[in-house]
């Protein structure tokens, strides 16, 4: 069941209920900007991961910035987001199953639906979906270029895979999904260009091989906020799935640049918002943000401008904070903003986010596909 907003537009930041999911309007705005000038610059498309904020509302934000449609991982995040106002939504993963199938297909009359295979079972399941429907539906095809999770080998696999959709009668072929996921949080600039060049590689040798057979990459799509440049200035990708970059996280953050300091393209826009609920001892206090309210598998979340304390500990409700002796204690009852170790699961933990500009709160957006995972 929804909870509750936890604040009202016009009360102060103080105010919210907590804990709550926070983002700074400012840097949030200046995220989208900053990424929209720069895929401009490039030539190619920006197609944005909803993954990270399962939003119609900032979906349709990215669109008025340039973005030419969205990617989801699930059903359930394609329909919210269609039944949002988003025309044009890519499922950058594989769907099996006739219900889930059935769902996609019935989502063509209000939105272009696209989603990837990597088996030619898949081809045959989506197939009869669309014939069912009376529709045409677009399949891409996913190589595994690096990541080690989902996709067909690049090269005369992934041909003959893409030419069993082109014979479909209800099916179009779209291109290729090309996703290293791997080489997001490597952390030197050399390590991420050399996973990159080999992605590159492997999706361009795929690319020429189909253009020989007549199949044309309407999309060749991939990148992320750690890698989108490399593979922007690579002539082969012409579609750009950034997604963290409109919130960032602690984890990210830790992607270094030439210069060996925090790459920080992006500013840190997404916070929960916690309170200071106990002070059991001298340099330990408790927040009420644990394990419901913030995602720990890429690190425990980070006190915002407070280096002098630590988040040293998680369970269910409690965040435990650590400083020295002589470290200015937090205050019973004071609010804090906590930076998360990785923003997608962290803003699956609430109904909503809380936008503030200038100390106040300014707008309340639902997390519209919180919990989709069908």
């Not at 990617?71 to 769907?95: F, M, R």
């Not at 943000?289 to 401008?305: E, F, I």
Request: hydrophobic share 45%; glycine share 10%; with cysteine.
């Amino acid at each position: 069941m929804p909870q509750p907003p936890p604040a009202q537009p016009g009360q102060r930041e103080e105010e919210i209920d907590t804990p709550a999911l926070l983002i700074d309007l400012d840097a949030f705005e200046a995220n989208l900007d900053r990424m929209a000038a720069r895929v401009a610059a490039t030539g190619a498309r920006l197609r944005p991961h909803a993954k990270t904020h399962k939003s119609p509302v900032i979906a349709g934000l990215q669109m008025a910035r340039g973005a030419v449609g969205q990617c989801v991982q699930k059903v359930a995040e394609a329909e919210v987001l269609a039944w949002g106002g988003i025309p044009d939504i890519l499922v950058s993963n594989e769907v099996v199953g006739a219900a889930k199938l059935s769902r996609l297909a019935a989502l063509a009359p209000i939105a272009e639906v696209a989603l990837c295979v990597d088996h030619p079972a898949q081809v045959a399941s989506i197939e009869a979906a669309a014939r069912d429907a009376a529709r045409r539906l677009t399949v891409l095809v996913e190589i595994d270029v690096g990541g080690g999770r989902c996709g067909v080998a690049p090269g005369e696999a992934a041909v003959e895979l893409a030419a069993a959709i082109a014979a479909s009668p209800h099916l179009r072929f779209g291109g290729l999904q090309a996703y290293n996921g791997r080489a997001q949080h490597l952390r030197t600039p050399g390590e991420r260009q050399h996973a990159i060049a080999a992605t590159v590689d492997d999706t361009r040798r795929t690319v020429a091989l189909l253009r020989h057979k007549g199949l044309e990459c309407a999309i060749v799509g991939g990148g992320g906020t750690g890698t989108f440049e490399l593979e922007a200035a690579s002539g082969v990708f012409n579609e750009l799935q950034a997604g963290s970059y409109v919130f960032m996280d602690a984890d990210y953050d830790r992607n270094l640049g030439e210069d060996g300091l925090p790459v920080a393209r992006f500013h840190q826009s997404l916070f929960v918002l916690a309170t200071i609920l106990s002070q059991p001892c001298p340099g330990r206090a408790v927040v009420d943000a644990g394990l419901k309210a913030v995602a720990t598998d890429s690190g425990l979340p980070l006190p915002w401008r407070h280096p002098e304390w630590r988040y040293t500990g998680a369970s269910d409700e409690h965040g435990k904070i650590e400083f020295a002796a002589e470290a200015p204690a937090p205050k019973l009852g004071e609010k804090l903003r906590l930076v998360p170790g990785h923003c997608d699961p962290t803003v699956a933990r609430h109904d909503w986010y809380v936008g503030v500009r200038g100390g106040r709160v300014e707008c309340l957006w639902p997390v519209a596909a919180r919990g989709a995972q069908a």
